[in-house]
């Protein structure tokens, strides 16, 4: 994908340009799939769910073909060469919108800030050439032959001079943007006098530099935050003051599914306020934290240590047999017959109960209900990996005796993959709820919530299950996860309509 | 180790070809490292004060600015209690082509022109907005008791 950033800058690539630059999305897009070796993200885009946003996922080559575009647009529409052009984004950062504002307003004083030469000389050479005579001001070296270097403005200096000002503005000072004249002379230096003085590797650096603030720069672009990763990702249609009424969830080209607005993980259904909140929050509480995410837990009835070794909150006492509730403590017996009614604080009950209760008591209690079940699917996810991936290493070894191919294990993969995606989405359901008012409104919400929950919990109870008994129960397996999505998705949708419609009150101000 | 070229001809013309108010000599055991004294510009609170201030030549220099500060109290809205300048010559604005000479000019222009607008001590520019006539006589105060020219003339 590494273009090569050679001179021939001007692409000549066919049905590139279509007089003005229209929208800045892909050719590639349309068409030609798979030709690039990337499956697309979003073939549906027509039929977005409700909780959804279009987003393109963008290359390092993919920028430089933004940028491209960009400067080929603006030098268009504005008479000028690619250079000057790149120039004049540069120094509006990329707003093409305010510098064509401010250009049709005043050109010369525009150029002028800018620090370009007046006259659109694109011919100008950048030629290292010994001048007879010359004595480097910076230096102060007269040799014979010494190659010398100058920009449009004359100001001209030795070549190692010059070259030793410019690597060191892109590699120590990470400038890429700004760079202007050795001397004190705001003359800028352009893409191509910078590619004429530094060596190869700083050009490339710079180039690095100049993606980045392409991205930086653009409300529409984020770089993907997982590590090592390249790749951007543009939603057009979201800006921050959307944030209060959509959660952008997108997935990179690499797996990592993120927050467009503010690139933490997956933190749907909850907006990013009251996510930036509930963090501060737990921070805050961690001590109290510390305690809740403990691992073990006594069994009620006959004080046996338990400790939780999958993601399911049905329990067992190995000892007495007593089934009960990981997260409540309660007899099992009664989520299972009447309702899972182990997601709902009932707080007017709460509040009867220990009226003599301090405010305070009431408050910390109240958070470490939400807590400890915001924490319990953190923990609960990561227990059902554990357990899929050790499933899946017996699998392999089982595969030659029992007979099952590869392809008749992976609806284990697909319920593994809902149970992650399901318990971060439930997760985030805890810290959304503790934010939300009391009223109608939120006890629909916490009815959806339980309809996952017990999905979810149904799902992982299968999943535990002895490997000899997996094939058995592939049809049940395959039922529950379809259901774990379908409730997702009621719950995903309903809130984000909610969102968009300003439904859910919340108990703290979002600005 | 050896001095760069431009190094040892920006100091024999600071030697050669003095700039008047201003007086760098540098250390005989590091000749990157000068001692500064500048005179308080005519008409400015500082009138009558030789400020004493330290600069020094950095590894990279000229590609990076050299470091200054003043070793002297003074009370100016764009120097803090350490002495330390805000100018934007000696930082974003640097350039190469700049000298030694040039940047103590404009040290010694800065003292004639403060500006609160880009402070770096705050409360001292707080108070030159407030009250100008209050700061700058301040200013003449701190100028009298630390900026007192020694009286064994300098040769
Ligand atoms: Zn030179
Ligand atoms: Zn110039
Ligand atoms: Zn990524
Ligand atoms: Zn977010
Ligand atoms: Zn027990
Ligand atoms: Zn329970």
């Known amino acids: ?511 | 180790m050896s001095l760069p070229k431009r190094i040892i001809k920006e100091t024999e013309r600071l030697v050669s070809d003095p700039v008047p108010g201003i007086n760098a000599v540098p250390h005989e055991e590091n000749l990157r490292y000068f001692d500064v004294t500048v005179d308080g510009p005519s008409q400015s609170p500082y009138e009558g004060g030789v400020f004493k201030l330290e600069l020094f030549l950095p590894e990279e220099y000229p590609m990076v600015a050299p470091k200054v500060r003043f070793l002297t109290k003074i009370y100016h809205p764009n120097i803090d209690k350490l002495g330390r300048i805000c100018l934007d010559v000696l930082k974003t604005n640097w350039s190469p082509a700049l000298q030694i000479r040039t940047i103590l000019l404009s040290v010694q222009a800065l003292l004639g022109a403060p500006n609160p607008d880009d402070p770096l001590a705050n409360d001292v520019a707080q108070r030159w907005k407030e009250d100008e006539r209050a700061a700058i006589a301040t200013a003449k105060e701190w100028t009298q008791t630390y900026a007192k020219p020694e009286p064994e003339a300098e040769t």
Not at chain 1, 4 to 28: C, L
Not at chain 1, 255 to 266: A, I, S, T
Not at chain 1, 385 to 400: A, G, H, N, P, W
């Open chain 1, 1 to 511: 994908m590494s273009d090569a950033s050679d001179d021939y800058d001007d692409d000549y690539g066919p049905g590139s340009d279509d007089g003005f630059g229209y929208e800045s999305y892909e050719g590639s897009d349309y068409g030609d799939d798979g030709n690039d070796g990337f499956d697309d993200v979003k073939p549906e885009s027509m039929k977005l769910k409700p909780y959804e946003v279009a987003y393109e996922v963008l290359s390092v080559g993919d920028i430089q073909r933004q940028q491209d575009k960009l400067i080929e647009q603006v030098a268009s529409i504005l008479g000028l060469s690619n250079q000057n052009a790149m120039s004049l984004l540069l120094f509006f950062k990329w707003n093409n919108d305010r510098l064509l504002e401010q250009y049709t307003e005043d050109p010369e004083g525009v150029l002028k800030k800018a620090g370009i030469s007046i006259d659109d000389n694109e011919e100008f050479l950048y030629e290292l050439k010994p001048v007879p005579g010359f004595f480097c001001d910076i230096c102060c070296e007269d040799r014979k032959g010494l190659l010398t270097f100058a920009l449009e403005c004359g100001h001209r200096y030795c070549a190692d001079c010059y070259r030793q000002y410019t690597t060191q503005k892109i590699v120590d000072e990470g400038e890429s943007r700004n760079l202007t004249c050795a001397a004190d002379c705001p003359v800028v230096m352009n893409d191509k006098s910078i590619q004429k003085i530094v060596e190869p590797a700083v050009y490339e650096r710079y180039k690095t530099l100049l993606h980045r603030t392409f991205v930086l720069d653009n409300e529409h672009l984020i770089w993907c935050p997982a590590p090592n990763c390249e790749y951007a990702v543009k939603c057009d249609d979201v800006s921050a003051k959307d944030l209060t009424s959509v959660v952008p969830t997108v997935t990179c080209k690499c797996n990592h599914k993120f927050c467009f607005g503010c690139g933490l993980p997956d933190h749907q259904p909850s907006i990013c306020a009251l996510v930036s909140k509930w963090i501060k929050k737990c921070e805050d509480d961690s001590e109290t934290a510390n305690w809740i995410s403990a691992h073990t837990k006594e069994c009620p009835k006959c004080r046996a240590t338990i400790e939780k070794n999958g993601g399911c909150n049905h329990m067992t006492c190995r000892k007495c047999k007593y089934e009960f509730c990981w997260i409540c403590i309660g007899n099992w017996s009664e989520h299972g017959t009447s309702w899972y009614n182990c997601s709902r604080y009932d707080e007017k009950s709460g509040v009867d109960a220990r009226d003599s209760q301090a405010k305070s008591r009431a408050s910390l209690e109240r958070y470490l209900h939400y807590y400890n079940r915001y924490a319990n699917h953190e923990q609960s996810a990561k227990l059902d990996k554990d357990i899929f991936v050790r499933t899946e290493k017996k699998m392999t070894q089982l595969q030659s005796t029992s007979g099952m191919s590869w392809i008749e294990v992976q609806y284990l993969a697909q319920a593994s993959a809902a149970l992650q995606e399901c318990r971060q989405t439930l997760k985030w359901t805890y810290a959304f709820a503790f934010y939300l008012e009391r009223n109608n409104d939120t006890h629909i919400f916490e009815d959806n919530q339980q309809d996952l929950e017990l999905a979810v919990e149904n799902l992982s109870s299968l999943f535990g299950k002895p490997i000899q008994e997996l094939a058995e129960i592939k049809v049940q397996v395959m039922d529950r996860t379809a259901y774990c999505n379908r409730r997702r998705e009621n719950l995903l949708s309903d809130t984000a309509k909610g969102l968009a419609e300003g439904r859910w009150k919340y108990q703290v101000q979002i600005k």
